[in-house]
């Protein structure tokens, strides 16, 4: 059975399918039946707002951390996949502007290709989604002026904005596209002019990404602004940033550049004042995230020791704190922070996130 409602336990974010992750991970598959039952009980969204993080995607991604995605659920994506292919090129042909959930990592086609890259064997779809990810390369015009091709022109908070925007974060922002077009370079996967598109993408971040965001008067500055001191996050900011700028880096064969990413994660998860502006204990903007981008840094790191300290640190501070988050999932929960505190990926469940 489908239907076309976002039932919330099928949000992989805070309901029931974030909950049984943390489950798969520890191998508890009783409690995690109980949450997936939970999570389908009105049915499976393949709805248009069907993503990795909603309805058939996020269920198949669950259920892939314990091999049990059935062909049933992956015929359910691939109708997702094929809609919002369709709808992403009669966008492309019309020459406008995308919105970021055309393509982001939370409800676009940057999550629909992270879960299309770990399917196994891979997609036969994930080529033609890479590729609408490339094609953002593309400068487009808008407002009388060639634009960036991931443009949007709405805020961040899809409101209206005059001039429109350029988001850089991980979740809502062209890093994640640089990290899943990285991560398939890396897993062999190639689609045409996709080195090129991780290069212009990354060399944009070398320039913009100390900004969440970039505006029209950024893209008329010879320089950008300097950037007022942010809260350092995987959602957002320089941390999540400086790994998809290493992912790029690995795939391209850039040392120069993945000496510079990992010395930002050193850099700024040492500073007081970035740490001071963390205030949770969460996957998306907290400690927890934090946590796990750091071990993968350092995972991908010549280097390792360097970060053995920081994250010694992140993990106190987790520790510490997890237990008073008021919510009980995945990105802004006890779910989430449970498992980076496990300090295990057994089961790849950081693959939502773009960090492996």
């Given amino acids: 059975m489908t239907t076309t409602t976002v039932p919330r336990t099928q949000d992989l974010s805070e309901g029931a399918l974030g909950m049984a992750l943390l489950d798969i991970e520890r191998r508890d598959l009783a409690m995690a039946r109980r949450h997936l039952a939970r999570a389908t009980v009105r049915g499976v969204s393949t709805g248009s707002n069907a993503s990795l993080f909603h309805g058939a995607p996020a269920l198949e991604f669950v259920l892939a951390r314990a091999h049990a995605a059935g062909d049933d659920v992956r ?54 989604v890479l590729a609408c990810l490339v094609a953002l390369a ?5 407002d009388g002026r060639m634009l960036p091709g991931w443009w949007s022109p709405a805020g961040p ?3 209206a904005m005059a001039g429109g925007h350029g988001n850089n974060g991980m979740a809502h922002g062209i890093a994640g596209p640089l990290a899943v077009l990285s991560l398939a370079l890396r897993a062999g996967i190639r689609v045409p002019r996709q080195e090129e598109a991780v290069g212009t993408f990354a060399t944009w971040l070398d320039r913009h990404g100390a900004h969440y965001w970039s505006t029209a008067a950024h893209l008329d500055a010879e320089q950008p602004p300097t950037a007022d001191p942010a809260r350092p996050s995987w959602c957002y900011g320089q941390p999540g940033i400086a790994r998809a700028q290493q992912l790029a880096a690995l795939a391209l064969g850039d040392p120069a550049r993945r000496q510079a990413a990992e010395d930002t994660v050193a850099a700024v998860l040492t500073d007081p004042l970035h740490l001071a502006r963390i205030t949770d204990s ?7 995230g934090l946590l796990i981008l750091t071990r993968a840094v350092a995972a991908d790191s010549p280097a390792p020791a360097r970060f053995a300290p920081i994250i010694q640190d992140l993990h106190r501070r987790l520790a510490a704190d997890w237990e008073r988050l008021p919510k009980s999932g995945f990105m802004e929960g006890r779910a989430g922070a449970q498992l980076a505190l496990n300090a295990t990926d057994a089961t790849s469940w950081s693959r939502a996130l773009l960090l492996t």
């Fill in 75 to 128: 015929k359910a994506v691939d109708r997702v996949v094929d809609a919002r292919l369709a709808a992403a090129h009669r966008r492309q042909a019309s020459g406008t502007l995308p919105r970021l959930a055309e393509w982001d990592l939370i409800r676009g086609l940057t999550g629909l290709a992270a879960l299309l890259l770990s399917r196994r064997p891979i997609a036969p779809r994930l080529p033609d």
């Fill in 138 to 142: 593309d400068p487009v015009l808008g």
């Fill in 157 to 159: 908070d899809g409101q």
């Fill in 282 to 288: 969460t996957l998306c903007h907290g400690w927890a």
